[in-house]
């Protein structure tokens, strides 16, 4: 199993940024997609972004499109999370996840590997 470490959570203002960072304990990307959750409390685990194995493609809940941007670096093995424009709906702990499904990556249940979680607060 990949060991993922996430850092970079925090509280931020309305309409603030934060990138998140996903270190893999893999030497090299594995060619399976990587991705981020989040878990808002009350609320089910969701997909927020992947990102295919090559990096080409990238998949966005329709609730972040345009404010986040998943990236890779190959040179560092890190997924990272750049998260701009947040709002307070978008307060949750936020998980990365690797060994993801080929196709829809949004069932939670399809991926092998999860980190610990970082949370991220929005506030008004």
């Known amino acids: 199993q990949v060991q993922l470490t996430e850092s970079g959570g925090g509280l931020v203002q309305t309409g603030g940024s934060l990138r998140l960072s996903c270190a893999s304990s893999?030497?090299?990307?594995?060619?399976?997609?990587m991705g981020w959750f989040r878990r808002a409390p009350g609320k089910e685990r969701e997909i927020v972004a992947a990102?295919?194995?090559?990096?080409?493609?990238?998949y966005y809940a329709d609730s972040v499109k345009g404010r986040f941007t998943i990236s890779k670096d190959y040179a560092k093995n890190t997924v990272s999370l750049q998260m701009n424009d947040l709002q307070p709906e978008d307060t949750a702990v936020y998980y990365c996840?690797?060994?993801?499904?080929?196709?829809?990556?949004?069932?939670?249940?399809?991926?092998?590997?999860w980190g610990q979680g970082t949370q991220v607060t929005v506030v008004s």
């Open positions: 996840a690797a060994q993801g499904p080929d196709g829809d990556p949004s069932d939670a249940t399809r991926w092998g590997s």
């Open positions: 893999e030497r090299r990307f594995s060619s399976a997609p």
């Open positions: 990102i295919s194995w090559s990096g080409n493609s990238a």
